[in-house]
């Protein structure tokens, strides 16, 4: 049995059981229990005055009758609330080297200021979070205490280090000067044979998916293309092609980060599972990305907001006009915050994220739904998280008022809960 069909028999025993318990109507108790709420499913279904019960970390039952209320050990009265799943950021670099030079503060930021941001995305709503680009040791680390309580933050996904070019971004770029701390956080292949190789370690070391590729840069002897100001090359399309193959073969999805409208094309057709920004540096001139990803069912992760600060409202435009256009012709979006890079408010980069997405055009549910049920299963997580949902985790953001009608409402949830606990608000 592979990896996925491991996991899914899994998750159906696990569902089954939960599944099985009586409806709360036979003297079991709800731990916890939201009365008459509006209930944003995660996946387009919306309920109306529906309660939702939790037993431990698992959402139990939901009815829109509210039957159940004496039956719970406490109880939210969720009228004129609306809940929606916990919300989850697919982009963000657990480990940022803006912040890391070298052991010292290699030290500090893990004792430090990574407790703090994780306990900031989970009061925001964050829930879940993959981590990409980053060294394996500490990707495990703190996906390993915040699944054992010792440290407060959503749950992690660890993608690990991404595979780039030996003279790709960000080996050559970010890391150039940080010899040490360039092999932890990347991979570099120049061939098909170094590129199953670092896909193999990284798998093998316990990272999960979807892995990271970068696919941004100049051609060997073509005209220079500089990133950060440094000359930088894409990874070889046979190494592109084999770091694919030998993650599926595993079975892997694998996301690409691309900038530029050719690379994500040839991207799409190697076979990526999922783009990471996508087309930023101009506008899609052609139908024949949309029709490529719609062919893969490719995932696009979003990170608009990261453009605008890095480049610009002119570039976070066009990001954002080639997002609506890829959105519109039926290419799921996720959302991805890229938190730290360029601004440090981790959590709210997630919300003010969403936000971007109804900027651009989305319906404020079609950008909720990007920051839950579709960003779940771009991690492969759809059975665990992501909606609202009989047998998922009990993660939840309760808004007071709507935010379908109102995005901001997320800014400033009512209460957030993970595992089943409430870790913002009042019981
Ligand atoms: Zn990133």
């Not at 098909?192 to 316990?206: F, L, P, W």
């Not at 051609?219 to 399309?237: D, Q, R």
């Not at 920004?277 to 990261?306: C, K, W, Y």
């Amino acid at each position: 049995m592979n990896r996925i069909a491991a996991r899914r028999f899994f998750a159906i025993l696990l569902c089954c059981g939960v599944m099985g318990q009586p409806e709360a109507g036979d003297g079991q108790r709800f731990d916890l229990y939201i009365a008459n709420a509006r209930v944003f499913v995660g996946d387009g279904t919306v309920l109306e005055r529906a309660s939702v019960g939790i037993i431990g970390d698992r959402i139990q039952w939901i009815g829109t009758e509210d039957i159940n209320r004496t039956k719970a050990k406490i109880v939210i009265n969720g009228a004129g609330t609306t809940i929606i799943p916990g919300l989850i950021d697919a982009h963000v670099h657990l480990m940022s080297s803006e912040y890391l030079v070298d052991d010292d503060s290699l030290h500090s930021y893990k004792t430090v200021i990574l407790p703090h941001w994780l306990k900031g995305m989970l009061l925001h709503g964050v829930t879940t979070i993959r981590t990409l680009g980053a060294p394996i040791r500490e990707s495990l680390e703190f996906k390993e205490k915040v699944a054992e309580g010792l440290i407060d933050g959503p749950r992690i996904v660890a993608s690990g280090p991404g595979l780039t070019s030996p003279q790709g971004h960000p080996a050559a770029t970010m890391y150039q000067q940080y010899p040490d701390l360039k092999k932890r956080f990347v991979r570099v292949a120049t061939n098909a044979e170094e590129a199953r190789a670092a896909i193999s370690e990284v798998v093998e070391a316990g990272m999960e998916s979807p892995l990271k590729l970068v696919f941004h840069g100049g051609e060997p002897g073509g005209e220079s293309y500089k990133i950060m100001g440094v000359p930088a090359l894409h990874l070889a399309p046979e190494a592109l092609e084999a770091a694919i193959d030998e993650a599926h073969s595993r079975g892997y999805r694998v996301a690409v980060h691309t900038n530029d409208y050719e690379d994500a094309l040839v991207a799409v057709l190697a076979g990526v599972d999922g783009l990471e920004h996508g087309v930023v540096s101009a506008p899609i001139p052609d139908g024949r990305l949309l029709q490529a990803m719609l062919e893969h069912n490719t995932f696009l992760v979003s990170t608009l907001r990261l453009h605008k600060l890095l480049h610009g409202s002119a570039v976070q435009q066009v990001a954002m006009d080639n997002l609506k256009l890829l959105h519109d012709g039926g290419v799921p979006v996720v959302v991805g915050s890229d938190t730290p890079v360029g601004w440090t408010y981790p959590g709210l980069n997630t919300v003010l994220e969403i936000e971007a997405l109804v900027a651009a055009g989305l319906t404020p549910s079609a950008a909720i739904q990007a920051a839950t049920h579709n960003a779940a299963v771009n991690i492969e997580l759809e059975d665990q998280v992501g909606r609202i949902h009989e047998g998922l985790f009990a993660d939840m953001v309760i808004s007071k008022g709507d935010p379908t009608t109102d995005i901001s409402l997320l800014r400033y949830p009512a209460y957030v809960i993970k595992n089943g606990k409430i870790v913002r608000g009042n019981e």
